[in-house]
């Protein structure tokens, strides 16, 4: 098959990705990875021909996962990553060495699937299709290593037929799930369903009340943030972060990160961590210095335009708002007005994502809805924003909110497009033309 009939097969089957809601708390009785070991076990497992190093988390484990596999490349290795959702090609999704799966690759390794696919038990999801596509793409091209992110929670997502010698989570907070009874401990629960016995597990999340939970899951060892991993000093600088990080081998002083924000110190911390984790050695400064000087991440705190300020930013819950909000504060001098292109998709919590934005009277909001079957419609999220006392724009179309946010900012305002990957991935072509940090 061609590319376009690939997808056309692709597409056929069930995308949970696009239709899911909150995780609601007997759902997981009924989850299973046996139609995914089904389906990799007809590829002849290729996910168990290089290790893995496997993340998890509420928030940021896209930019750690980016963090760590820069690190391993920086050090001479050959390195896969997989990453969800994309932003604005599929092919995002699977990256060799920096370079995005071609056009060509793609078709033929769903091609393979396609022919393969009456051996597996079952018929395989959208999620569960490309994520074979990785392992076993990953399998051709010899990689040394291969840096993957969960889709979902942990324990029952595709990725987890793979073994991770390294296992990371960012943090545990309030998203896929019905925030009923103790959800911090069943989301801890299933995120810790990634760890895997004789690994080493770099653990994020502070919380007290969570940690024997994720220390009983069969680790051999356990490196948590605030007692064996910490970002400390870690400052704004021109450009991005100046950050001093421990590690269980000892200090990284002063590295410089090329991203904005106090919460991507943390994650460095926690890539650094686990690169030496996946060493089990400590990293030389000047190769961590290389590795790093080049990194971005895009549709996260990404800036694509002065006067005015354009942000990129795919916060999709309070908590990745919240981080939104104190890194505009800290890291860059106050404007008269914020004009926020905002798109969200249902199951959110919009009331608090507005009030993480902490917007004023004079701000303005700009409601679309975003290109996926689970978007909250524009009319509906604007009368949340109406009842938070804020001005609001109803534009539907993604393209449309933009071109009237710019025409409202004056040079010395911002524009803010956030509340889910999928606003940035559609507003993002369409500021290829502004300067990219």
């Known amino acids: 098959m ?27 009785d009924d989850l299973s990875l046996d139609r995914m070991r089904s389906l990799v076990g007809v590829l002849g497992d290729p996910q168990t021909a290089y290790p893995v190093v496997h993340l998890t988390g509420t928030n940021g484990k896209g930019s750690t996962a980016r963090m760590i596999e820069a690190l391993l490349r920086g050090h001479g290795l050959s390195v ?72 979902l ?17 960012t943090n545990v907070d309030r998203d896929h799930t019905d925030g009923v009874g103790e959800w911090r401990r069943a989301i801890a629960a299933e995120k810790a369903g990634i760890v895997k016995p004789g690994s080493t597990l770099v653990l994020g999340e502070t919380a007290e009340d969570l940690r024997p939970i994720f220390e009983s899951a069969g680790a051999e060892r356990v490196w948590r943030r605030g007692r ?16 001093s990080v421990r590690t269980p081998n000892g200090v990284h002083e002063d590295v410089f990160l090329p991203l904005h924000g106090a919460h991507q110190g943390d994650n460095l911390a926690l890539a650094l961590a686990a690169a030496e984790a ?52 800290d890291d860059f001098a106050p404007v008269p007005v914020s004009i926020v292109v905002l798109g969200v998709l249902q199951g959110r919590d919009p009331e608090a994502m507005i009030e993480a934005l902490e917007l004023t009277p004079y701000d303005v909001v700009i409601c679309c809805t975003p290109p996926s079957p689970r978007a ?8 949340v924003v109406t009842a938070a006392g804020i001005e609001v724009e109803v534009v539907a179309d993604v393209a449309q909110a933009v071109e009237r946010a710019r025409s409202l900012a004056g040079p010395e305002d911002r524009i803010l497009v956030t509340g889910s990957l999928y606003a940035v991935g559609a507003a993002r072509p369409l500021l290829a033309g502004a300067d990219r940090d």
Do not use: C, M
């Open 2 to 28: 061609d590319l376009a009939a690939a997808r056309r097969w692709l597409d056929g089957h069930l995308n949970l990705e696009s239709g899911a809601g909150p995780v609601n708390a007997g759902d997981v």
């Open 80 to 151: 896969g990553l997989y990453t969800s959702p994309h932003l604005e090609s599929l092919n995002e999704r699977i990256v060799w060495d920096g370079r995005p799966i071609p056009d060509e690759d793609l078709a033929a390794v769903l091609t393979d699937l396609a022919a393969l696919e009456a051996l597996v038990e079952g018929e395989p999801t959208w999620f569960e299709l490309v994520t074979a596509a990785a392992f076993a793409w990953f399998a051709q091209q010899a990689v040394d290593v291969a840096v993957v992110e969960v889709g």
């Open 153 to 169: 929670l942990g324990r029952y997502d595709a990725t987890n037929v793979a073994d991770g010698t390294v296992a990371v989570v």
């Open 228 to 243: 064996d991993v910490e970002a400390a000093p870690n400052r704004t600088a021109v450009g991005g972060r100046l950050v």
């Open 278 to 329: 996946f060493f089990d050695r400590p990293l030389d400064d000047e190769l961590v210095a290389a590795s790093l000087a080049e990194l971005s991440v895009p549709g996260r705190f990404e800036v694509v335009g002065r006067e005015p300020l354009i942000v990129l930013d795919g916060a999709h819950n309070p908590a990745g708002i919240a981080a939104l909000t104190t890194t505009l504060q």
């Open 376 to 383: 909250l419609p524009a009319a509906e999220l604007a009368e």
